[in-house]
């Protein structure tokens, strides 16, 4: 009986899941084009007009949205940016190796604390106007000051003089200097990761924005039609609804097939239906599980498996509840919960069970012989006893995904977790989320989602500084872990680096700090029939090499 009804209860949230696409997603906000010509009645002609001549590509994110664009340098930036911008450097799309954009060349010192990097001679902006060493100081210095910015996701916080320049202590940042073309930065202590932080930060035009107001950059008139330097301009906006791109004649790189893009602003619930009527011929950074097996379906249209950490689990309050102080609670929890029935029963195969924080598909940096908790009630009830686990206190459960689908996961885990005797109170989490996760903390596990590019930032995320070890974590050390994160902060060696990803990620699962529960796939929508891309897909977030040069229209 129990297993019907756990069967019965996986096929529901499985059906939830499946309708979630199908719900259309209200586009707030929405305004008339920027362009006074076609912000009248025949804007939707240039729209047509476009479609039928145009790469069609969609971005489910809000890249386009209320009257401007979002700023390039926040924590969820657009996807439009890598198609009209531009960094010093771009990633591969496996996110490890980097290679030059701006910059013509870049040399390391030996003790890896000076970078040089030699721009490109003759690189221009959009409105004609020469790209400078200036723009690349102005750039950093201005992102250092922006308040959305996040420092440590460009590792801008290593920059010898980051303090005293981000405090106001003084007028310029001592770690970056210009001369001529070159751009040399100094680091404080090495980090090995740099050269793959700095690829993934747009630098902006210091002569259209240099005088900008940094508190309210969000607002200047430029993030109305964004210049850039990449090997598309934007030509005509509609927010809410798409930007058309065109080739850019003065583009310094290979020049594109594709000579007219239509970027559109797709809410999840018209992705299908966009897809199906042949008006959509590329998407990333899809996790639907639904939808992608929809795609997957439709004649001519091929879903492609991208490099991406995006991880669901349970963070612990190690330090506000008592319940869960003992690792063996911390073992019966994941004893109890059949999460590879869940995950099978409900991800379609776009999901696999987590044991650490590195999934399969990052072999070289994944560890094999992590612990796996299988589902064993009967040792989740004998850990719990073994513990002196008291069954008459609820064990409280938050979350703050207002959907269904999370409530009716959050009601599976819950079934599980009563099956053995351990009463549930669950919550969800409305309002300044920072201070209700982090400060006030009235719950014993959160359910919680890493997304990260690449490994090294997904074992990063829970170091000394992070915010989990300033509250939740307080008072709970990882000295060998913390160790580990300086030498792996500090190491460039690919190989190096993969072992050390390896001990860290063992530890960290040995610990159970965090319980994890599942990594989600992310994928890339192509429709193969119109659109031949150059094979390579990565993180729709980060700038990594597209060879947009190589994608042609085959009609």
């Not at 506000?320 to 109890?336: F, N, P, T, W, Y």
Request: proline share 4%; hydrophobic share 35%; with cysteine.
């Amino acid at each position: 009986m129990k297993k019907v009804l756990i069967v019965f209860m996986m096929l529901l949230f499985s059906a939830i899941l499946m309708s979630a696409c199908s719900n259309d997603e209200k586009v707030t906000n929405e305004t008339d084009s920027l362009d006074n010509e076609s912000s009248n009645d025949n804007s939707n002609d240039a729209k047509t007009e476009a479609s039928n001549e145009a790469l069609l590509v969609g971005d489910g994110n809000g890249e386009v949205f209320g009257e401007t664009f979002r700023t390039f340098w926040v924590d969820n930036p657009n996807g439009i940016e890598y198609w009209i911008n531009r960094g010093l450097l771009k990633r591969d799309a496996d996110m490890k190796n980097v290679h030059e954009d701006l910059a013509a060349k870049y040399e390391v010192s030996d003790d890896e604390l000076t970078y040089t990097f030699t721009l490109k001679d003759v690189v221009k902006w959009h409105d004609g106007e020469e790209f400078t060493a200036e723009d690349v100081k102005w750039s950093i210095e201005t992102a250092i000051k922006f308040p959305t910015a996040v420092d440590t996701w460009y590792a801008f916080d290593a920059i010898k003089g980051y303090e005293a320049y981000k405090e106001g202590e003084v007028d310029n940042l001592e770690g970056v200097k210009i001369k001529g073309n070159t751009v040399s930065i100094e680091l404080r202590y090495p980090y090995g990761m740099f050269l793959q932080k700095i690829s993934n930060f747009d630098i902006l035009p210091k002569h259209l924005l240099g005088d900008a107001d940094i508190v309210k950059l969000q607002q200047d008139p430029y993030w109305k039609k964004p210049i850039g330097t990449g090997p598309y301009k934007i030509t005509e906006v509609k927010f809410g609804e798409y930007a058309v791109l065109e080739a850019f004649e003065d583009y310094d790189g290979p020049e594109p097939n594709v000579k007219k893009v239509l970027y559109q602003r797709i809410p999840e619930g018209k992705v299908l239906p966009k897809i199906q009527a042949k008006e959509l011929d590329y998407i990333g950074a899809l996790r639907n599980v639904d939808l992608v097996d929809q795609i997957s379906k439709v004649p001519g249209y091929k879903v492609h498996k991208v490099p991406q950490i995006y991880n669901r689990y349970f963070m612990v309050n190690m330090k506000g509840s008592q319940k869960l102080e003992d690792i063996k609670v911390r073992q019966a929890i994941l004893h109890a919960i059949d999460r590879k029935t869940i995950v099978e029963e409900t991800f379609k195969g776009q999901a696999e069970v987590a044991d650490g924080h590195v999934p399969p598909s990052f072999a070289d940096e994944h560890n094999k012989n992590i612990e796996k908790y299988e589902y064993d009630p009967d040792k989740a009830v004998e850990l719990l006893e073994e513990a002196g686990f008291d069954f008459s206190q609820p064990l409280k459960i938050a979350y703050y995904y207002d959907n269904q689908e999370t409530v009716d996961l959050m009601n599976i885990v819950a079934f599980y977790l009563e099956e053995i005797g351990v009463k549930t109170e669950i919550s969800l989490l409305k309002g300044d989320l920072l201070e209700l996760i982090y400060h006030q903390a009235d719950y014993d596990i959160i359910y919680a989602a890493l997304s990260q590019p690449d490994p090294a930032s997904a074992i990063q995320s829970y170091s000394e500084g992070s915010l989990m070890f300033q509250t939740v974590w307080d008072g709970y050390q990882y000295d060998q872990v913390f160790s580990l994160q300086e030498e792996l902060a500090q190491t460039s060696d690919l190989e190096d680096r993969a072992r050390l990803i390896k001990e860290i990620d063992k530890i960290q699962a040995e610990s159970l700090y965090i319980l994890p529960f599942y990594h989600m796939n992310v994928y890339a929508a192509v429709n193969e029939s119109r659109l031949k891309t150059a094979g390579e897909y990565g993180n729709e977030w980060v700038d990594y090499k597209r060879h947009l040069e190589n994608w042609q229209l085959k009609n």
